[in-house]
């Protein structure tokens, strides 16, 4: 009865602080404002605030933590996704992300502490409760020792999908929230198996973060870097619903389109050894060497002349550049040493004007050309202007390398790469590509160079505001592509999630993080248990682990149905089969093939059948029901259902690890079902 009536309290207490916001909305035309954006951007604050307080209603809270600290203060907090005040500044629900919150994810029963800003506070925890509360309604509540008890995540795991990543503000387990907590300033690298929730917690820290460096940083400083557009798209919804607006979203192909500010198109062509080569620490310093020799054309091989007259020897300008300039990138050195440049053609603009009339004085007087002396008088008044402006536009034209542009320079260097590069196999693959580079049609490791040596050429510009950087499915990346983005981004630190187990691209993904580790500084977290899948699924996925010698996945507590191996990989099979998995509720179901042209096809016959849709790279939603995807592009997303279309040994090659991988990551993409077809014989794993 007493949690009932807190209930009603609480809900009130939010009734009426919607009614508050919702009159600071009306009245705020009324308000003055610098400028139109300042006011729309305080509207828009206010509608979201008015979002969230009417979301909250349905679930104001999900615990309560009763502590007592050393000093014998007791604090009885209930805990939300969003913490409220009321009219006198009482607590009225404490905010999941609040210091004193992280009791609940982290601490028994008995002695327990929590750090502040000014410290660490010490106490005893008395009560940790758990509450289900739906529309408004509390349905049960329990009290817990730990939050990590599977018994209690059983009810959350359970249910269906919707084709949305969901907060999981309630059920953070204790290495999750430890992740979520670590400081802005430190940068962490997650080695998470698949179901182990890397996206979710990846999210979340975000949304602690804002919260708790709100001060400091704004929501616009943080950027999220996805695979692809389909999975940005994917997670968009988790952070609005977590009070967080602003941050920026990406994929890498994006990412490099709003860097480099140029239009490309990206290859078809398949990736290859000279992939390899692009993505490594080895592409990086031969770019490196080039540069080196680049440099030397910086500062052109003539003196900086106007009309035959020099303002300026090349020597001069040489030594500026070497020796007194400053900058991180060629352009901040070249924008220096222009200011030196213009400071000596100043000191001597007096003699220097005087010279330069002197010498088109005395080619006047030797001209007999009348033509040509109206021109000449033309010369001299703009030589003397260009002086009296200390050279100014003459010295921006003398710099050409830096006002080159990145694919001219780009090209340029592959086209003499056998200067740099003995491999006979590399210099052919380049070779082949070579055309498609002038034509500016680039794979992502030729965006990746480029952006290097936009980095390198003329800096970073606007991407130095971002402090936090979030990459997620970052097994995909290799070395070179680390090293970039920890220049363009110089200011950030970074938290990088991932799983070696599902590096599904042989010649671009990781193969160990110690290489990340030592270039970023970074730490390395590990989440080894998955909350995604059933036992019963996570036993058969754990066969491939074990055939590839890597660590096998912990599942929660869960049981389910035992996975299905029919061999039967007809299109009339698997339509069955959705049939069936539509009739027991299921929401979101998966046909996964290994290759795009089979997704097709099954698409092709099922979308006469049922309402489907085909997910492919160039698609941006899902919008849940019933979708024909490829395994590469399943990678990080849940289905409630997944019908793997043929795990035959002649379509997963078990001597090939990619293919291997490919199959681990579609045998965890479902939650509750999981049916896997083949046509002749079982790959191998999956026979034991």
């Known amino acids: 009865m007493e949690e009932r009536k807190k209930l009603e309290e609480v ?26 954006e300042e006011k729309l951007d305080y509207q828009n604050t206010l509608k979201n605030r008015i979002r969230i307080y009417q979301n909250s209603l349905l679930k104001p809270y999900f615990a309560r933590i009763d502590f007592q600290s050393k000093n014998h203060e ?52 008395i009560l940790k409760r758990q509450y289900e509360i739906e529309n408004s309604k509390l349905l049960s509540y329990h009290d817990v020792d730990t939050v990590s008890n599977d018994e209690i995540l059983k009810p959350y795991l359970s249910a269906s999908n919707d084709a949305r990543l969901k907060n999981i503000v309630a059920t953070i387990q204790s290495e999750q929230n430890s992740i979520i907590r670590e400081s802005l300033y430190k940068n962490l690298i997650v080695q998470g198996v698949a179901g182990s929730g890397k996206t979710t917690v990846a999210l979340h820290r975000i949304a602690y973060l804002e919260y708790n460096y709100k001060h400091l940083i704004r929501s616009d400083q943080y950027m999220i870097l996805g695979p692809n557009k389909f999975f940005v798209n994917y997670i968009s919804d988790v952070l609005p619903d977590l009070d967080v607006y602003g941050v920026k979203e990406y994929d890498f192909v994006t990412l490099a389109s709003k860097y480099l500010k140029e239009t490309f198109q990206l290859s078809k062509m398949p990736d290859n050894l000279l992939t390899n ?18 440099r030397c054309e910086v500062v052109p091989s003539g003196d900086l002349m106007m009309h035959g007259f020099p303002l300026l020897k090349r020597s001069e300008i040489k030594y500026l550049f070497d020796h007194e300039s400053r900058g991180s990138s060629w352009k901040e050195q070249v924008e220096y040493t222009i200011l030196l440049a ?72 592959l086209n003499h790469l056998e200067d740099y590069v003995q491999d006979e196999t590399i210099l052919f693959l380049e070779h082949q590509e070579l055309n498609q580079i002038h034509k500016r049609i680039y794979k992502m490791e030729d965006l990746n160079a480029l952006m290097y040596l936009k980095h390198r050429i003329k800096g970073s510009d606007y ?11 970052a097994q995909d990346y290799k070395e070179f592509i680390f090293i970039t983005l920890r220049l363009i981004f110089k200011n950030a630190t970074f938290s990088i999630f991932g ?28 989440l080894k248990k998955s909350y995604r899948t059933t036992i019963e699924i996570m036993m058969e996925a754990n066969k491939i682990n074990r055939y590839l010698g890597l660590f096998e996945t912990e599942p929660v507590i869960r049981h389910g149905l035992p996975v299905r191996y029919e061999n ?85 090659d078990s001597e090939n690890e990619t293919d291997m991988k490919l199959l681990y990551v579609s045998m965890t993409r479902p939650l509750h079902e999981l049916l896997i077809l083949y046509q002749t014989e079982l790959v191998e794993p999956l026979i034991a």
């Open 74 to 125: 007791k604090d009885i907090c209930y805990i939300g996704k969003v913490g409220l005040t009321n009219e006198r500044e009482d607590i009225v629900t404490v905010d999941w992300r609040a210091p004193i919150a992280s009791l609940y994810y982290d601490s028994n029963i008995g002695s327990a502490s929590y750090q502040t800003p000014e410290g660490t506070t010490f106490g005893e925890l």
């Open 342 to 413: 213009m400071k000596k053609i100043r000191e001597r603009k007096e003699a220097l004007i005087f010279d330069a009339k002197m010498y088109l004085d005395a080619i006047y007087f030797h001209e007999s050309d009348e033509t040509r002396k109206k021109q000449l008088i033309q010369e001299k008044k703009a030589l003397v202007k260009e002086i009296e402006s200390a050279g100014c536009h003459l010295l921006r034209k003398y710099f050409k390398v830096v006002n080159e542009k990145l694919p001219s320079i780009y090209y340029k260097f």
């Open 277 to 294: 080569f692009k993505m490594s620490h080895y592409f990086k310093d031969v770019i490196d060497r080039y540069l080196d020799d680049l």
């Open 499 to 526: 799983d070696l187990a599902q590096s599904i691209y042989p010649y671009r993904s990781i193969g160990s993080w110690d290489s990340i580790e030592n270039e970023l500084n970074a730490t390395t977290c590990t």
């Open 568 to 652: 039967d990989a007809s299109y009339e099979n698997i339509l069955n089969h959705i049939l069936l998995y539509q009739e027991k509720g299921h929401k979101t179901i998966a046909i996964i093939s290994k290759n795009e042209m089979d997704a097709k096809h099954i698409y092709d016959y099922l979308k006469n059948h049922i309402a489907i849709s085909h997910v492919t790279i160039d698609d941006a939603e899902y919008h849940g029901g019933i979708c024909s995807i490829t395994s590469s592009l399943s990678k990080g997303l849940e289905f409630d259902a997944v019908i793997l279309a043929d795990a035959s040994k002649e379509v997963f």
């Open 11 to 36: 809900l009130k207490e939010y009734e009426k602080k919607i009614e508050v916001v919702k009159t600071m909305l009306i009245n705020s035309d009324r308000g003055s404002y610098e400028t139109l």
């Open 463 to 473: 991407f130095d505001r971002y402090r936090q950087v979030v990459i997620d499915e």
